[in-house]
């Protein structure tokens, strides 16, 4: 739990350090949670199935992507992860990294 | 139309996918589940972060990590089963049968599951997640949220139970339970804040409470500022769009072809004239059959006089395989040009 102080109205910046301790989140019963819980496990079961639905005899939700060069765009997927990792721990590296 | 689904949702209840049905949710949730039965609740769990090294603390973390990442290997594999074929990657994978590029892949995702669900948890949604910047656009003063009801709440104070409320304290015991459950770690009684994802997690823990002091349930709950319905315009407006694009998605499943050709001109010369006077190109055809059943195709012509084909006369491609054809097309010259 962050701790909040009168001085922390001016150490906004600071004050990121104390939101990402870890936070130990209680278990939690009660009507939220069980539609969370069971929504939860019907998304993955969906996750888990829908590579096997067929329609017409065939799959429908299959990308070939040894087959076909343009599925690679998920390549751009740890470009991503870097792009949001980085400002994460060192701030705005634009002044170094851009290409700009 | 996931997106349009998307604004429809936030603007009408705010942030309920982060709370309730995103991937990075989904997953945070099953890791804590399984993170609470082998270390315990809240209070053990951090007591044995805060002990000493030993066998015992060693081997609860090495089950938790080897579970977490078991359950993240399945995942790589069933995210990898979109883009190759379902029934195969499961048993070349357990036989080590599949090639460096999917091992490539299914041990990327492993890794990005383990690290989100187990190690970054809610500093994706509060960081580094777009949708969770972009979407205060689409709220407005009728967009229900996780509220604390302030008026009724304050001042907040500790009391025992089955004791008559003090004077001048409102209905919050300050149990600080919301804050406990939250999986954001935010204080819901600080007023609206952009981290909150609307899991509802708060107002289960202070239903809970209220009913333990027999106070009235819904001290949090979900409200709008102005408690009234959204602007007709933007609700049907979504609704149409995202009926549009339902629409579009079920025509592109019903159409969808079952094969898809390319043809590519051979580089190695534009044209070159046989011994029959014949103009001769040769082209590369590729075929990349969809279906899950062996494609029969014939190659034939229309329309055209004095051109023939020459090619393999039976082109066969094996089920979600491609397969290479030289294709080779003659036409014959008029007899005025032969002699140039």
Redesign the interface.
């Known amino acids: ?2 701790q909040k102080t009168s001085a922390d109205k001016y150490n906004v910046i600071f004050q990121t350090k104390a ?2 301790d ?12 069980s ?3 069971y ?2 496990v019907g ?2 079961l969906l ?2 199935v ?3 639905i ?2 017409q ?12 060069p343009k ?1 690679s765009l ?1 390549l751009f ?2 470009a991503r ?1 870097t792009d ?2 980085l400002p ?1 721990y060192y701030g705005g590296l634009c002044l170094v990294l851009c290409r700009q | 139309m996931a997106a349009f689904a998307l604004f429809y949702v936030a603007s009408k209840y705010g942030r309920i996918w982060c ?3 995103c ?1 990075q ?2 997953w945070t ?2 890791f ?1 589940w399984i993170e ?1 039965r082998i270390e315990g ?2 209070q053990q ?2 007591k044995l ?1 805060k002990s000493k090294l030993s066998i015992e603390k060693l081997a609860e973390k090495l089950i938790k990590h080897s579970i977490w990442l078991t359950v993240s290997l399945i995942t790589g594999l ?1 995210f990898m ?7 195969q990657i499961y048993i070349d994978f357990i036989t080590l049968n599949t ?1 460096s ?2 091992t490539g ?1 299914v041990l ?1 995702f492993t890794l ?1 599951t383990y690290v989100n669900a187990s190690w970054i ?3 994706m949604c ?3 997640c777009p949708y969770a910047r972009f979407q205060s656009v689409m709220f407005s003063d009728a967009t229900s949220t996780v509220t604390y009801d302030n008026q009724r709440g304050e001042s907040r104070g500790p009391r025992k139970l089955n004791q008559v409320k003090p004077q001048g304290l409102g209905d919050c015991v300050d149990c ?2 919301c ?7 935010i ?1 819901i009684r600080d007023g609206l804040q952009y981290d909150c994802i609307n ?3 708060c ?3 202070c ?2 409470t209220m009913s333990k002091f027999s106070y009235g349930k819904e001290l949090i709950r979900f409200a709008s500022e102005t408690e009234q319905h959204n602007d007709a315009k933007a609700k049907y407006g979504y609704i149409a769009l995202l009926l549009i694009c339902v629409g579009f998605m079920a025509s592109w ?2 159409n ?1 072809s ?1 094969f898809e050709v390319s043809v590519l001109k051979d580089r190695n010369a534009l044209y070159r004239v046989n011994e029959l006077g014949e103009i001769e190109n040769s082209y590369q055809l590729k075929i ?1 059959n ?4 062996k494609g029969h195709f014939k190659l034939s012509y229309q329309g055209l006089e004095g051109f023939r084909i020459e090619s393999e006369k039976n082109l066969i491609v094996e089920p ?3 397969s290479n054809y030289t294709v080779t097309l003659f036409c014959r010259m008029k007899a005025k040009y032969i002699n140039l």
Not at chain 2, 81 to 87: D, I, K, P
Not at chain 2, 179 to 185: A, L, R
Request: aromatic share 14%; glycine share 4%.
């Open positions: 739990m962050v939101i990402d870890k936070i130990y989140i209680k278990e939690q019963k009660g009507f939220y949670q539609i969370r819980r929504l939860s998304l993955m996750f888990i829908t590579p096997f067929k329609y005899g065939n799959k429908r939700f299959y990308s070939m992507l040894k087959h076909r599925s998920l997927l740890p992860f949001f990792y994460l | 709370g309730f049905a991937p949710m989904v949730l099953l804590l609470n609740n809240r769990r951090i972060d069933i089963s979109y883009f190759v074929a379902a029934e090639t590029l999917i892949w990327f990005c948890r809610d500093k509060q960081h580094m600080n339970l804050v406990q459950v939250c999986p954001v770690g204080d899991c509802g997690l107002i289960d823990a239903d809970e499943l019903h969808r079952e990349l969809k279906s899950d059943t979600q395989q491609i």
